[in-house]
């Protein structure tokens, strides 16, 4: 198992950072007791959500930002029951962070919307209003974008839906 560790020291505490290759397509990372396994897709994730913190400007949040605009382009052009689909398959502070990321794009926020009953538009609203007083962060709206899509391509493989 190949891996490397950090210590790091800060307000006089210690915290140890690891991260190995499990060898078998996974990746353990771990900080100090608690241990993540990642596959190598989540893996990729993490580390370009790490490089959009620390370089907003990188080629890589380029990128990200150009698959959330395709991901949202693919929810315009799906029809009305795989979003349906879609939105139940979903998880709920994904979708909400969806909403808020097209805030401005009223295309798929009525797609989104006209998809919803009544009771789940009033929630995920409410939701979103309390959760986002202040903007979203630009590099939370790319990950969720980016596990959204995942969503959206494991329906898609599984004959449930096509967006």
Do not use: C
Request: charged share 30%; hydrophobic share 40%.
């Amino acid at each position: 198992m190949a891996g490397f560790a950090w210590r790091i020291v800060r307000d006089n505490r210690e915290m140890q950072i690891n991260a190995a290759d499990n060898g078998n397509g996974t990746y353990s990372v771990s900080f100090d007791d608690t241990t993540v396994v990642l596959n190598a897709q989540d893996l990729k994730m993490l580390l370009l959500n790490v490089t959009q913190v620390l370089a907003p400007g990188s080629a890589a949040a380029k990128e990200s930002n150009a698959r959330g605009q395709r991901f949202m382009g693919r929810i315009k052009e799906a029809g009305d029951v795989d979003v349906q689909v879609f939105i139940q398959a979903a998880n709920h502070d994904d979708v909400v962070v969806l909403l808020k990321a097209a805030e401005n794009d009223t295309d798929v926020r009525q797609k989104l919307f006209r998809n919803m009953s009544e009771n789940s538009r009033k929630m995920f609203v409410e939701d979103m209003e309390f959760r986002f007083q202040e903007a979203v962060p630009e590099g939370e709206i790319n990950s969720t974008l980016d596990r959204l899509s995942r969503t959206a391509d494991q329906l898609r493989s599984e004959g449930r839906a096509d967006l």
